[in-house]
Nanobody, 124 residues
Framework: VQLQASGGGLVQAGGSLRLSCAAS??????MTWFRQASGNEREFVAA????????HYSDSVKGRFTISRDNAKKTGYLQMNSLKPEDTGVYYC????????????????????WGQGTQVTVSS
């Protein structure tokens, strides 16, 4: 199994970044993005059910971030617009092999595989 996240960087507040997460060697049900700011717990950002295409966002990013997928490339994306300093952190993509009910999508231990993380820094 390989899970490669990329696309992080340094951006000014109000700017945009697009993260990618390429998966290989696995069939999975859901791809989810989490983030972790220094000293904080890992926080749910957005999830997409790979076959159904249904999407879920945290309230903190709703309206600013968009999660999407390319089935042929087995790659997920997180388009982040109107970035704020509080969006700063390491962003991780995670996969679950089995389906998860909505209430469990935001729980890190619901996931079977994790990417290495990509740093996003938003300056004020």
């Amino acid at each position: 199994v390989q899970l490669q996240a990329s696309g992080g960087g340094l951006v000014q507040a109000g700017g945009s970044l697009r993260l990618s997460c390429a998966a290989s060697g696995i069939s999975f049900s859901t791809m989810t993005w989490f983030r972790q700011a220094s000293g904080n717990e890992r926080e749910f950002v957005a999830a997409i059910r790979w076959n159904k295409g249904s999407i879920h966002y945290s309230d903190s990013v709703k309206g600013r971030f968009t999660i999407s997928r390319d089935n042929a490339k087995k790659t997920g994306y997180l388009q982040m617009n109107s970035l704020k300093p509080e969006d700063t952190g390491v962003y991780y993509c995670a996969l679950s092999e089995g389906d998860r009910i909505v209430s469990r999508l935001s729980i890190p231990r619901s996931y079977d595989y994790w990417g290495q993380g990509t740093q996003v820094t938003v300056s004020s």
